[in-house]
């Protein structure tokens, strides 16, 4: 199994101001946020890896006003935001002196109601770079990014760095939803760009050929994205021993898919999702059932500091 727990993931981290430069919705609910950091916090975000978190305090974000509040959300709207808010990085990028991160999020609470509400100029208490993000082993030369809804982002981030760094790798994306409704990115590329395999502009940008799945047929594939993998990996046969999976997404798609990895004997990490009230290891809220090796024995690992990166052989489902 692959180790992620090291303490160079941690040396970095801390607590910064970072200042928004940009909010804007890309869907019914989804949105765009992008950061600015200056000073220590661009140099700390700059070493930000794909998988790694920053927990955002949102407790003076103000609420929109009444007529932008969905009606779903009205009552819960007025809470308090006591706690920060966990999120991954689609992408970061260095100006000069400055770190910029942009991040995706979807409206489904009172704090991610509260950001809609956040303008350019705005300030945000940031802690991170946290967690520990995907690795790439040696000798691989195909990564199949496996993303469930709102599990996109650090695959995105992934995608960037791969084709970037790693030139020698074949990287494909494969993104799932219910419905079309609910995939979290601007749009579809035409059937011109479908049909030579590039489905979303998030990742044709980066030269990654993608495929769609939802569970209702409304796009692409239809089925669950998990299904779409699987047909893949039967009609393409990759060399399992070149060959990496990485997903992040509800927790049944990555059961099913640590399945498929484990029956293909194919490297698979995932990037578990767990409420996370410190995001640093101290309230223990955030356990993760793991494997010890090939003992019949199990513990407990934190997706805040252990994660939320792990070898999906080592995860208990």
């Given at each position: ?52 978190f920053a927990q955002l305090d949102l407790s003076t974000a103000a609420l929109p006003s009444p007529n932008n ?170 060399a399992r021993e070149s060959t990496v999976i990485y997903g992040c997404g509800p927790e049944a798609m990555l ?63």
């Amino acid at each position: 199994m692959t180790d992620f727990r090291t303490s160079s993931s941690f040396e970095h981290r801390g607590s910064f101001s970072g200042i928004v430069t940009s909010n804007r919705q890309i869907g019914e609910r989804f949105y765009k946020l992008k950061l600015e950091f200056s000073g220590h916090g661009a140099e700390a975000f700059k070493k930000f890896k794909p998988g790694q978190f920053a927990q955002l305090d949102l407790s003076t974000a103000a609420l929109p006003s009444p007529n932008n509040i969905p009606e779903d959300l009205a009552d819960a709207s007025t809470r308090q935001i006591l706690l920060r808010r966990p999120f991954s990085f689609t992408e970061t990028s260095v100006h000069k002196d400055k770190t910029i991160a942009e991040l995706l999020y979807c409206v489904v609470g009172p704090a991610t109601l509260r950001m809609t509400s956040l303008a350019a100029s705005d300030s945000l208490s940031v802690i991170g770079p946290l967690g520990n993000g995907f690795l790439v082993p040696h000798g691989k030369k195909t990564a199949l990014l496996i993303a469930g809804g709102m599990g996109a982002p650090p695959l995105q981030h992934l995608a960037k760095v791969l084709t970037a760094e790693h030139t020698h790798i074949e990287v494909l994306a494969f993104a799932g939803a219910k419905t079309a409704k609910e995939l979290p990115f601007e749009n579809i590329l035409d059937q011109i760009s479908q049909h030579l395999g590039f489905s979303l502009p998030e990742f044709a940008k980066f030269g990654v050929k993608s495929q769609l799945a939802t569970d209702d047929g409304s796009a692409g594939f239809a089925g669950l994205v998990t299904d779409c993998v699987s047909q893949w990996l039967e009609e393409h046969k990759p060399a399992r021993e070149s060959t990496v999976i990485y997903g992040c997404g509800p927790e049944a798609m990555l059961a099913r898919l640590a399945e498929i990895a484990n029956k293909k004997y194919i490297d698979c990490q995932i990037s578990m999702e767990r409420h996370m009230a410190c995001g640093t290891g101290l309230c223990q809220s955030c356990a993760v059932e793991c494997r010890i090796g090939d003992l019949n024995e199990t513990i407990y690992r934190l997706c805040c500091e252990d994660g939320p990166v792990f070898d999906s052989r080592e995860i208990v489902f």
